[in-house]
């Protein structure tokens, strides 16, 4: 099982660029949740995506959009960037249910640099 | 809204020696609380969980008390290994929400 993939690991742009960000879940997972993580902070949530559809969203431009495929997996899209968008972009996979118990795996992330 | 505050880092001990990394939470209702754990170059890992007043979370020999008097989750282990060096995340969530709020991460260097 090799758990939530992310790619790519790293990326850079500049600002206005836009940029797709990638993500296989983990086997049996449904549920993709996204996350931004500026450095020396903890992980902001972006949104949630299960049955192909956006589910929550946290307090995030409509710049950041996202789309979940057939097969679970997903894609954040960030348009007109800023610098202030620079972080690491984190990936979590779950089952979806109402039980909080069930834990979400985290990817590695995808580091993006906003010159 | 709901808010989680740690203990800033870096936190620096000797091989052996005991830890606490303080947790406290802003949040209504009844959350679940969890520890993560984050180390170079990886995603979170989840570390533990209390999902309810007076529970105990345990793994790995980290311990935390979920306290609503206090409102504090504190993450603690009797003896850390040099192993132990990680970067620490303290977070609270709702049965039926996906949506996690972390605290803004505790680092941990433990020296042989």
């Known amino acids: 099982d090799a758990g939530v993939t992310q790619s790519p690991t790293h990326l850079i742009k500049t600002r206005g660029q836009q940029v797709t960000l990638r993500c296989s879940p983990k086997s049996g997972h449904d549920t993709v949740s996204w996350y931004q993580q500026a450095l020396g902070q903890g992980p902001q949530f972006i949104f949630q995506?299960?049955?192909?559809?956006?589910?929550q969203r946290g307090n995030f431009p409509d710049r950041f959009s996202g789309h979940q495929f057939p097969n679970y997996s997903s894609e954040l899209n960030v348009n007109a960037l800023l610098l202030g968008d620079s972080a690491l972009y984190l990936c979590?996979?779950?089952?979806?249910?109402?039980?909080?118990?069930?834990?979400?795996?985290f990817g590695p992330g995808t580091r993006l640099t906003v010159l | 809204g709901n808010s989680v505050t740690q203990m800033e880092g870096p936190v620096t001990l000797s091989e052996e020696a005991f830890l606490t990394i303080n947790c406290t939470y802003t949040?209504?209702?009844?959350?679940?609380l969890f520890w993560y754990v984050q180390y170079p170059g990886e995603g979170l890992q989840l570390l533990l969980k209390?999902?309810?007043?007076?529970d105990k979370g345990s793994n790995k020999g980290f311990e935390a008390t979920y306290r609503k008097e206090t409102t504090s989750f504190h993450l603690e282990k009797g003896s850390v290994q040099v192993s132990d060096s990680a970067v620490y995340f303290c977070a609270l969530g709702y049965t039926g929400r996906r949506a996690l709020t972390f605290g803004s991460g505790t680092r941990l260097q433990v020296q042989p």
């Open positions: 949040a209504t209702g009844y959350p679940s």
């Open positions: 979590a996979s779950s089952l979806r249910t109402t039980n909080l118990d069930n834990e979400q795996f």
């Open positions: 995506y299960y049955e192909e559809e956006e589910r």
């Open positions: 209390a999902t309810k007043a007076d």
